[in-house]
């Protein structure tokens, strides 16, 4: 076995040095707004201040640290725009307007993830697969909600040590299931049914 | 990867403070135990991929009607 090498100590000037170089937090961001192209919403303008912050990424989209929330006001349904790729967006909704009941016990690690002293600050979103021929049976990710630090903007999508929130629940009620359905101009409900 | 062998009974240490402990074996399976700081996230990874899966469908989402939700209104 090797003795381990002793770390060099570094002159003091260097140390200034590395402290400076560190100043700035990863995070922050220079205020000039952000034009990307994206698939889905076309150019898009991004200030600042409508970033979020997902220091780990999101599952799946490890890279992406930045994204911005989109979406149309009458739409219950939003979205997340990845800023890393243009072609890159999730659906998300807030649980509180399909399931009133949702509830989650956070750790006490992930809110000091979130920098949060209090949860008054956090927010909420799930993230909500809408397959294209079949947006009747949207479904929601409650095993793993996204938590935003609304103060901060930043945000982490959680997983959660509960068994009993699925994956996958729908979030249409039987009622407006079949409204739904029953509108939808492109494939009628029976040869929706038949394919399934 | 550093694979080593390990009785029932027997435990590794990962840094300080993680230990993962053999606690039974039977057949193909194995039982672990792991005395970790309480703020480590400890997952199977089936869970993990499962979520990524979960994100990577749900990017290839379409698109939901406006109205559904407010009365009286129709979907497009």
């Not at chain 2, 005395?35 to 990577?56: C, H, K, M």
Request: proline share 9%; with cysteine.
């Amino acid at each position: 076995m090797h003795a381990p090498t002793p770390a060099p100590n570094l002159p003091p000037g260097d140390r200034r040095y590395l402290k400076q170089q560190h100043t700035q937090h990863p995070e922050v961001q220079t205020h000039v707004p952000m034009m990307i192209n994206t698939t889905r919403f076309g150019p898009f303008t991004v200030e600042d201040e409508d970033v979020l912050h997902f220091p780990k990424g999101i599952p799946g989209f490890e890279g992406h640290t930045r994204w911005a929330l989109a979406g149309e006001d009458d739409n219950p349904v939003k979205w997340i725009q990845s800023l890393t790729d243009g072609d890159v967006a999730l659906p998300v909704v807030t649980p509180h307007t399909f399931f009133p009941e949702y509830r989650i016990q956070l750790e006490r690690a992930d809110l000091a993830f979130l920098k949060c002293e209090t949860p008054d600050a956090l927010a909420m979103l799930v993230v909500v697969a809408i397959p294209s021929d079949r947006p009747w049976d949207a479904s929601a990710n409650l095993r793993a909600p996204i938590v935003v630090n609304t103060a901060l903007r930043v945000a982490r999508q959680i997983i959660l040590d509960d068994e009993d929130l699925s994956l996958q629940t729908p979030i249409l009620p039987p009622e407006l299931r079949e409204k739904m359905m029953r509108t939808a101009p492109a494939a009628s409900p029976e040869a929706a049914e038949g394919s399934d | 990867m550093l694979a080593l062998s390990r009785k029932k009974g027997e435990s590794v240490f990962i840094g300080d403070d993680i230990e993962v402990v053999v606690v039974d074996v039977k057949g193909d399976q194995v039982r672990l135990g792991i005395n970790a700081p309480r703020d480590l996230v400890i997952l199977r990874s089936e869970l993990v991929e499962a979520i990524r899966n979960a994100n990577l469908a749900a990017a290839k989402a379409g698109a939901f009607p406006a109205d559904i939700l407010k009365k009286g209104g129709t979907a497009r």
